[in-house]
């Protein structure tokens, strides 16, 4: 009977350590708990990435609320425009002292240079505009190519083709967003001469090799308005 007892007793130990571990993982995955949030406190300048899923936004309440910059999608493959940017933009570029980066999201599906293009044609000429950092790239693993990855060589040869093709416009090396899977399956040891965006939101990112410029520390972050 002993025995019996002791292990419904582990049996019910390690029941309740799985629902514990079960609503950690729900909490963070919706925002209540960013555990990189200590850590990222300790960095002054702060600054939000959003696109068309944020809908519309204050930005003088979001400026109001301690940020400094604002990176919001432009453009996505070699057709597709953000249905956001034309309202973000424009609201963006009349406050004082809020910077805006443009990004670009990456497709393994259409050649660099026709997504450059369609970036060149959305964003438009900045050459004046103090506005507008840098052109960004976001360049990561979705949908099918989770699974499925796309060929090293062919998107190194694409990647920097995109790339090549917006410093000719902007005259200014464009920055690289990536996650960590995906620095060290393809970024890794490649573009060194470009300043890195990386996502991370479990632990400050090392890239060992290569200091970060900017750092994704939650994709669930909570400010008024947005």
């Known amino acids: 009977m002993d025995f019996i ?27 209540y708990i960013i555990p ?11 600054g939000v990435d959003v ?16 940020i400094d910059f ?29 910077l805006v980066g443009c990004y670009h999201f990456f497709s393994f599906e259409t050649k660099g240079e026709e997504q450059a293009q369609n970036y060149i044609n959305v964003v438009g000429n900045v ?17 099918y ?8 060589e062919w998107v190194l040869e694409e990647l920097q083709n995109l790339l090549n ?9 464009p920055i690289i967003y990536t996650t960590m899977e995906f620095y060290n399956d393809y970024i890794k040891g490649n573009f060194e001469e470009y300043d890195l965006w990386i996502r991370n939101i479990i632990t400050k990112p090392d890239l060992e090799q290569k200091e970060w ?6 994709g669930k972050g909570r400010l008024e308005r947005i």
């Open 145 to 152: 190519y989770k699974k499925a990855k796309p060929s090293k």
């Open 70 to 98: 604002a990176f919001i999608k432009a453009t996505e493959g070699s057709t597709s425009k953000d249905n956001c940017f034309d309202t973000n933009f424009s609201k963006l570029k009349q406050m004082e002292d809020m």
């Open 5 to 31: 007892k002791k292990y419904k007793n582990i049996i019910t130990a390690i029941l309740i350590i799985v629902l514990i571990a079960f609503i950690m993982y729900l909490m963070i995955i919706n925002g």
């Open 127 to 143: 050459e004046n505009d103090s506005s507008l950092i840098i052109p960004i790239v976001d360049i990561e693993y979705y949908s």
């Open 51 to 66: 696109s068309e899923y944020q809908g519309e936004i204050d930005w003088d309440k979001i400026k109001s609320q301690g």
């Open 36 to 46: 990189t949030k200590l850590e990222a406190e300790k960095y002054e300048v702060k």
């Open 213 to 218: 410029k900017f750092w994704q520390y939650t």
């Open 165 to 173: 093709k917006m410093e000719e416009q902007y005259r200014v090396k």
